[in-house]
Structure formats: C-alpha cells, structure tokens
C-alpha cells in the first residue's frame, strides 16, 4: 500500500481552509485542488509499502509518540513551492511554535533509519497542501490565487477564535487509495501522543 504519517485536521480547521479552496477555484479552476475533507499535514511520507512492513511502522510511530506530549498548530500564511518563479503547490503555511512535528521527526528518524527510511535532506516546513499545478503553465495561476488572498490580508477564519488552530493529540498512519476521483486517505493507525495509559 501507498502510505504515509500524517496529522489529520479537525473540522474547524478543513472548514476554514474550504472557504480558501472554493476562493482559489473560482480564480484557478484548472488546478488539481485539494478535497477539503481530505486535508492534512504530511509528516513522513513512506510510498509503496508492502503489507507485512505495516506492523512495523505502526510500532515505530507508537514508540516515536510515546515520549511527546501533545501541542498546538495554527493555520498560517499560503505560500508555494518551489518558488514564486515558478510555483507548482499551493500551500497554507502552519505556525507550530513549540516545534511539535519537529519533535516527532527527531523521535522518529533514528526508528526509521533501522527500518531502511530516511528522511529528505530538504528542511521540514509543516504544511497544508491545497492544490497542485499540472504543469509549468499554470504557475500563473497559483501566482494569481496567491496574490488574491494576499491582498486579503488574511485567511477568511482568522479572526475566528478556534476556528484556525488546533490541538494535536495524535499521528496517524494513512493510506493513499487512488480511484476515479483521484486520491482518498484512509486511516490504518493512529499513535497517540504520551505514554500509554494500561487499562486498570
């Protein structure tokens, strides 16, 4: 299976995010957007996966969460990858002040290594992915969604109290299902964060 670890979002946050998508497709329909019911932060991606790996990765996000305690995430800033030259994702930025997914990374890759991953040599910058270019000629259009929503000021929900943060209690192990309407993420695992608790 095609997998990855991910912090999902709750709905306060998919809803202030789905307000931003249907902005952008009104500007960029030819972009492949995001389902907003599938939004997330990707935290570790692992790709294809056979099936008798899964127990052990499953085991290694548990041990990686034991040791954290849960923290805090606001939605942030969009930006784009690569670069505004010539971008190819449009992302909301995501402010982790306590630096919680860096944590888990750091708990993480040493488990991982012995497992055969390792992590991208790239800087980790948490993030919410809303829509993908199909190619080099749509970088105008992220161009264009992102200078509409600078011009905003903000994203629609910030001035919302709760509605554009979160608490994060857990990573979850997802899988990537593709069908006709693209990719749908299934929960496989969720690893709770902090030691757990044996039932009494």
Request: glycine content about 8%; some cysteine.
């Amino acid at each position: 299976m095609r997998c990855f670890a991910a912090i999902e979002l709750p709905d306060g946050l998919r809803r202030a995010l789905r307000e931003t998508i249907a902005r952008g497709q009104r500007l960029a329909g030819g972009l492949r957007w995001s389902s907003a019911d599938q939004l997330h932060v990707t935290l570790w991606f692992f790709g294809e996966t056979a099936n008798e790996r899964i127990p052990e990765l499953c085991a290694v996000l548990d041990e990686a969460a034991r040791d954290l305690t849960p923290f805090d995430l606001a939605l942030a800033t969009l930006g784009c990858f690569p670069s505004i030259r010539a971008p190819r994702v449009l992302w909301c930025g995501v402010d982790d002040p306590r630096r919680g997914c860096a944590a888990w990374l750091g708990a993480a890759a040493p488990l991982l290594a012995r497992l055969g991953y390792q992590a991208e040599s790239r800087p980790f910058m948490p993030h919410v992915t809303l829509a993908r270019a199909r190619g080099p000629s749509e970088s105008a259009a992220i161009r264009r969604v992102l200078a509409a929503e600078t011009s905003r000021g903000r994203l629609s929900t910030a001035s919302a109290p709760g509605m554009a943060s979160m608490r994060v209690e857990e990573v979850v192990l997802m899988e990537s299902r593709l069908d006709t309407r693209g990719a749908r993420y299934v929960p496989v695992h969720r690893a709770r964060l902090g030691p757990s608790v044996e039932p009494g």
